[in-house]
């Protein structure tokens, strides 16, 4: 059974996932070691695990050449702290000892207690009786009357047991080309992986993959980990000169120190772990059941097919337009209509109106509730986009409140795309936030808002907001988290997508709050292979909104046909962005076939196992989803630049039963589940660049 056993005459702590293990044990000199991460064992054999090397090897290498649990700063460790603080007295780091445990049968948490000052740290665990992914927690508590000043508090640091070799896997981008996977050698020394943006950020992603070198997307073992922060953080991937590698995590970047008041206590974000056995194919299928099970608030939702006019209009929305293309929309089968940017204040373009969420009576003369009525009438969901945490200069808001924005003194204030950043550390500006929000979703039968932020922070300064000022970094995050939560809770029909300029703000932070993730501005079907590919090594594809725009494509003025962008947008959540009324009546028609094919796919393709046949390139890429329960099964080819003469070869199958056989819907053929597994599936392609097909095949009793 997974769960949390302890053997009080090692003192050893074993956490068991459905298929692996995690043991750490407290030494006879009070230092508590991780000492083990791999398959299962029984807790008699956890118990018997050799204790990692002694402490102190020469006076040069100092304390940890062995593995923390949670190496703080203090004593003879020269290695990344997970956490660092320093006393009013002047007194840096900490000397910890046990002080207790607290274990039911899937948490535990171990109690440390500085030798002298008033300080407590918690080591906190969650296992799950469906899942191998481990989450962890630190907590920090001021026992005493004067305020402790945190200079780093990491949420976990997550020991990788020594193999031959190390190599490194995490995504890397920016804005329109987000989650690029780079797989390279791990350095000894230091890697960073961060964002100081204020946000999780398009340039790096919070987790990443460690494996010996020899794994592979179906093979070998792959240790990972990914944190649920949504503001600035840092992961440190540190290997020493004598290959004992660790990953350490958490909210907050380099420079920023916070206070600890007198009785306070505060938890960090959860740094979720997992060793798996399977390659980086299975490594992503339990991150995305985990993701499905336990983070997404409505996991078992069909997404719906979505329109969203922004391509289609930029800012120039009004009622007219938007009820013309709510009109096509419904007919080409779309449930959820989503109005963009251009509907409130004085917004025409991006340089006035954020912060004025009025409507804009010239665009819509009887407000929003017309146009909601008639998205509802038509049968589908009303979305709307909204950018809360922003404020253009050339808006009512700001001149009433100027001192409303991150700013300090004697600094410029920077603008990005002509906008400026609320604070909403501040309780008045995140209570301004809710109100309206909750004014706009309850009074206009709002189903979805599109929740964007276009712009990282500077000058993130809050010169009345008292003596800690650095905390703004962290309050920040929290009070938009508990708008979300509160919206949420008020209106438990809305959905929410998260978009930040596309995917400047995914994380397993934010998904607990979110439905769906905008992961990137670029719609170039091509470009979008890649950043799905990367996207989908760590969230799951029901969240992963994708949209079928018009060519020449904005960024890129590339032309791909439109089965292919149908085809690489069906792979995610399917949406449609083009503007409607330009499209021919084939293009139409096609469209509406295409979009009644996806809603029979869509159990399969957002709700099952992801298996990624064949990674994007020019040549033939393929994705394959299987129902959980094995009785369908969705796979989608794509071949963007074909050769001559170099026929791909059929794509090998995943996942499927060998003994069953599978009938192709569209064909109607019956195949063995052995051959589609050992000798693959040839699809069908039309001739010429941006050949794609899909094809649905279910299982025959
Ligand atoms: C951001 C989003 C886009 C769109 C615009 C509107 O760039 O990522 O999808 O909503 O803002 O201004």
Redesign the pocket.
Known sequence: MPGVEFDAATRTWLLSTPDTGYALRLGDDGMLRHLYWGPRLTLAQASTVPAPRPATMTQFEGQVYDIEEFPVEGGARFGVPALQVRFADGTRGLELAFAGQQRNADTLSIRLVDRHYPFEVGLHYRVYPDSDVIERWTSLANTGDVPVEVLRADSATWPVPARADYVVRHVTGHWGGESQVERVDLARGETVLTSRRGTTGHHANPWFTIDAGDASEEHGEVFSGALAWSGTWRITLSRTPTDVVSVTGGAGHEGVSWRLAPSERRGTAVFAGLYSTGGYGATSRVWHRYVRGHVLPHPRELRPVTYNS?EATGFTVDEPGQRRLAAQAAELGAELFVM??GWFGARVD?RAGLGDWTVNRNRFPNGLAPLAAEVHRLGMRFGI?VEPEMVNPDSDLYRARPDWVLHMRNRRRTELRHQLVLNFARPDVAEWAHGWLDELVGGNDVDFL?W?M?RPFTEAGWPDGGEDPDRLWVRYVENLYAVLDRLRADHPHLRIQT?S??GGRVDLGILRRTDEV?PS?NTDARDRLSIQHGYGQIYPTVTMAAWVTDVPNFLTGRAVPLRFRFHVAMAGVLAIGGNLPEWTDEERAEARRLVAQYKRIRPVVQHGDVHRLLPPSDGLSATQYVAVDGAESVVFFWLPAPRFGREAAPGRLRGLDAAARYRDEATGEVQHGAVLLGHGLRPQLPSGDYASAVVHLVRVV
Do not use: A
């Open positions: 922004w963009d940017d991006d986009w599109k964007d276009n978009c300029g596309g905008w501005d």
